[in-house]
């Protein structure tokens, strides 16, 4: 099993420039979970899906957030207008049929200059 | 609702010597308990998991936890340190009605010395 995958591993971008962030889930998760962390706020769940359906978006920090996941296989989170602020590491994981156990991807590093 | 605290930011052990990485929940519901591992750069790897069978719980590298419900306590250990432990550990605690979400503690670096 190729685990959780992400991309970009990492992405220096301008501030308000448009950013997008990828993720296949392990093949048969259903729950696909978008994280962020940062030295100052640590881990934050940003939104979660469930069969493709988006359940929680409250951590989502405003509108210039956005997450799909058009299919069962890959997640997008979009950030538009990117800001400095942004600037984290942004994990998306995944759980299956062992409930509880959720299995992340090594992150996609972003910096706002 | 669910809480997790990690009581040290940061623990320093020499190889060789145990490691103690302590952590504290509260919960409404009976839960289920983690510990991740994170080494520099990388993503977050599942240590072990409590899902209330035993109480003595045994991961990967050596680690184990036990979960004291009358302390509500999950404590990490380990009986004799490596050099490649060394990384961030976080204790996790989901609760049977959250979906599946997962609230972190805030992370214990740990250091081993040679």
């Known amino acids: 099993d190729a685990g959780v995958i992400q991309s970009p591993r990492h992405e220096v971008t301008e501030m308000g420039q448009e950013v997008t962030l990828r993720c296949k889930p392990i093949s048969g998760h259903n729950s696909l979970f978008w994280y962020r962390q940062t030295m100052m706020r640590g881990l934050e769940l940003l939104i979660y899906?469930?069969?493709?359906?988006?359940?929680?978006d409250s951590g989502m920090p405003e509108d210039r957030f956005s997450a799909k996941m058009p299919n069962a296989s890959f997640s997008t989170l979009k950030i538009q207008p990117s800001e400095p602020r942004d600037s984290a590491v942004y994990f998306c994981a995944t759980q299956g049929g062992d409930l509880n156990t959720i299995y992340f991807g090594e992150g996609s590093w972003l910096t706002v200059v | 609702a669910q809480s997790v605290t990690q009581l040290d930011s940061h623990v320093s052990v020499s190889e060789g010597t145990p490691v103690l990485l302590r952590c504290n929940y509260s919960?409404?519901?009976?839960?289920?308990l983690f510990w991740y591992v994170q080494h520099p750069n990388k993503g977050l790897q599942l240590l072990l998991k409590y899902t209330s069978a035993a109480t003595l719980v045994k991961g990967i590298n050596g680690f184990e936890a036990e979960f004291k419900k009358s302390e509500t306590s999950f404590h990490l250990t380990k009986p004799s340190a490596h050099m490649s432990d060394a990384a961030e550990y976080f204790c996790?605690?989901?609760?049977?009605?959250?979906?599946?979400?997962?609230?972190f503690g805030q992370g214990t670096e740990l250091s081993v010395k040679p």
């Open positions: 899906f469930n069969n493709n359906v988006p359940i929680d």
């Open positions: 919960s409404s519901y009976s839960p289920s």
């Open positions: 996790v605690v989901s609760g049977n009605n959250q979906g599946g979400k997962l609230i």
